[in-house]
């Protein structure tokens, strides 16, 4: 069974600094999808950005990219010039496409609490 | 905007009285999710539907169930509420095998209390 591990529970850093979160997981699969989602204070969970496995460029969005390393099942995410509103919860998710029943479900891990300092 | 929708925000139930989630969608998605998320945790999924294929998670309790009566809407019904029920649910959907680009979208969930 895949597991994702994000191993900084809380990080917190000035506004307009760069922080960069860490993500490990462990799979056997070739063919895979990584995910960093974005949970805000009572607010709804959206993607921040997507890595398919097959790519070796590294996804990037705006202030966001990320940091894939197969070899070494890493996937950081990096977010320059941070912003007040990048305070949030930020989960770390792995996805087999072809997982069973045409699901493809998201291998979560525990997140990590960023806050962004004024 | 296409979205995800939930629908009440905020639920409190009495302890052992039923209580329905709904969760409706106007992205056309084939997959519905149901996910049970506690304070500062990762969401856990509780069980999904492909079309009209229900697929329960193996350790979700059976006072869980769910219905999807259409491709739009999805509820989560819980037979009787106990007080580790607490928590914030949240319905979240996907295009489907094969359909890509695989990620998930979610709603903004709805917080229940059990009192």
């Known amino acids: 069974a895949q597991t994702v591990t994000q191993s900084q529970p809380e990080m917190s850093v000035q506004e307009a600094e760069t922080v960069t979160l860490s993500c490990t997981y462990d799979?056997?699969?070739?063919?895979?999808?990584l995910f960093w989602y974005k949970q805000p204070p009572s607010r709804q969970m959206i993607l921040v950005i997507r890595?398919?496995?097959?790519?070796?460029q590294n996804a990037t969005e705006n202030r966001f990219s990320v940091n894939f390393q197969k070899a070494a099942k890493s996937f950081s995410l990096k977010i320059s010039d941070s912003q007040l509103g990048d305070t949030a919860m930020y989960f770390c998710?792995?996805?087999?496409?072809?997982?069973?029943?045409?699901?493809?479900?998201?291998?979560f891990g525990q997140g990590t609490r960023l806050t962004i300092n004024p | 905007d296409a979205m995800v929708i939930q629908n009440p925000r905020y639920q409190v139930t009495q302890f052992g009285k039923p209580v329905t989630l709904s969760c409706s969608q106007t992205?056309?998605?084939?997959?519905m999710y149901w996910y049970q998320q506690k304070s500062s945790q990762a969401p856990k999924l509780l069980f999904h539907?492909?079309?009209?294929?229900?697929?329960n998670e193996a350790d979700t309790p059976d006072n869980f169930q769910s219905r999807r009566p259409n491709t739009s809407f999805c509820f989560l019904d819980i037979r009787s509420p106990g007080l580790g029920d607490a928590a914030m649910y949240l319905c979240?959907?996907?295009?489907?095998?094969?359909?890509?680009?695989?990620?998930?979208?979610f709603g903004p969930g709805t917080r229940l209390t059990v009192t």
């Open positions: 998710a792995f996805m087999n496409p072809t997982g069973a029943q045409g699901a493809q479900k998201l291998v």
């Open positions: 979240a959907t996907s295009r489907g095998r094969a359909l890509g680009p695989y990620e998930q979208y």
């Open positions: 799979t056997s699969e070739n063919n895979y999808y």
């Open positions: 992205l056309n998605h084939n997959v």
């Open positions: 539907y492909y079309d009209k294929d229900f697929n």
């Open positions: 890595q398919e496995a097959y790519k070796q």
